[in-house]
């Protein structure tokens, strides 16, 4: 069952920029009180966090990323976005939106997009 769906990944040229988007799959809940965050991971390497944003709108990012990508979010449209922007080769990667809703230090209920694949190349 599908519950996060992503989308705006595909080939860029190093220096370009591209959108992800990530939707709620027939709005079966709410991002409103989630936080939401994107993933990625490149072959032969771990899932890493590259930003995330809290249900109050404070994002934090991976130093890699830092001043080249900006998280958003959009409760009423029930969304998430990932602007990259200058993008480099080592952003080569599948992309997963994650949204997990937290109690404290304990994640309570998450879910996983299926991912969305990011290729840099000239």
């Known amino acids: 069952q599908v519950q996060l769906v992503e989308s705006g990944g595909g080939l860029v040229q190093p220096g370009g920029s591209l959108r992800l988007s990530c939707t709620v799959s027939?709005?079966?809940?709410?991002?409103?009180?989630?936080?939401m965050a994107w993933y990625r991971q490149a072959p032969g390497k771990q899932r890493e966090l590259v930003a995330a944003i809290s249900s109050g709108g404070i994002t934090n990012y991976v130093d890699s990323v830092k001043g080249r990508f900006a998280i958003s979010r959009d409760n009423a449209k029930n969304s998430v976005y990932l602007q990259m922007n200058s993008l480099e080769p080592e952003d080569t990667a599948v992309y997963y939106c994650n949204a997990r809703l937290m109690g404290g230090l304990n994640i309570l209920r998450g879910y996983w997009g299926q991912g969305t694949q990011v290729a840099v190349s000239s």
């Open positions: 027939r709005n079966i809940f709410s991002i409103s009180s989630y936080v």
